[in-house]
């Protein structure tokens, strides 16, 4: 389940991740970038991650759409998150074209705040 938190920088979208990604979280999300900012605008995530069961394929899908929609939008990703296999994951979109990602540990949150704005 998304759920938005308080961002400390307009140009970020902070957010907790628990559980399964749903189609109505990729929604949400996407809803949530149309509120937010222009379509050609800028914006970073910063996503707190405390356990993931796994996805929907539904929302799998509506994942992979929302991305691909927002692909030239995204700056920079943090992830903040105590599942080493999480940093693994996140440490293999580096590759991705355009996208700056940086993986963060639990007690790290401040680190990538400092992270995200610079």
């Known amino acids: 389940m998304l ?3 308080e961002s400390r920088d307009p140009s970020t979208i902070a957010l907790a991740f ?3 990604a749903t189609k109505d979280d990729a929604e949400k999300l996407d809803q949530y970038v149309r509120e937010n900012f222009n379509e050609d605008q800028k ?3 910063l996503a707190i991650v405390t356990d993931v069961d796994g996805t929907t394929f539904q929302g ?3 994942g992979v759409t929302f991305d691909i929609k927002r692909w030239k939008q995204f700056n920079k990703f943090a992830v903040v998150s105590d599942k080493d296999w999480i940093g693994t994951v996140s440490k293999l979109t580096n590759y991705l074209p355009g ?3 940086e993986y963060f540990e639990g007690h790290q949150l401040e680190e990538a705040w400092t992270w995200i704005r610079s």
Request: charged share 15%; glycine share 6%; net charge negative.
């Open 99 to 101: 996208i700056e990602v």
């Open 3 to 5: 759920q938005f938190i």
């Open 43 to 45: 914006f970073n995530i």
């Open 60 to 62: 799998a899908t509506e």
């Open 18 to 20: 628990n559980g399964n």
